[in-house]
């Protein structure tokens, strides 16, 4: 069993930074593939980016290229997205999660955050 908790959401202007952290607790987390999914409201939560330690392997969904950046921190057990260049569209609820494999879905994710909220002001 693994324990995901995010912080760091909160009111920003667009062109803005943001910085998400995921705290994990509960096995070793270079076990696992951390990804990050965002839920505006009325929409689906979809995937945002993802960091696997075997290979040092990031991915990303194309709205974000070259503005977010997720990386880790084994030794603190956690998992940063870093957020720049912001836009109103980014608004949502973002939450963390944890997979054993290399997947894109909500669904294949069993461990998840409670979320943190990021609204971007236009």
């Known amino acids: 069993q693994v324990q995901l908790v995010e912080s760091g959401g909160g009111l920003v202007q667009a062109g803005g930074s943001l910085r998400l952290s995921c705290s994990i607790s509960g096995r070793t987390i270079n076990r696992y593939v951390i990804g990050w999914f965002r839920q505006a409201p009325g929409r689906e939560r979809h995937f945002v980016a993802a960091?696997?330690?075997?290979?040092?392997?990031?991915y990303y969904e194309d709205s974000v290229k070259g503005r977010f950046t997720i990386s880790r921190d084994n030794t603190r057990s956690t998992v940063y997205l870093q957020m720049n260049s912001l836009k109103p569209e980014d608004t949502a609820v973002y939450y963390c999660?944890?997979?054993?494999?290399?997947?894109?879905?909500?669904?294949?994710?069993?461990?998840w955050g409670q979320g943190t909220q990021v609204t971007v002001s236009s």
């Open positions: 999660a944890a997979s054993e494999r290399l997947r894109f879905g909500r669904t294949d994710y069993p461990y």
């Open positions: 960091d696997r330690w075997i290979g040092d392997r990031t």
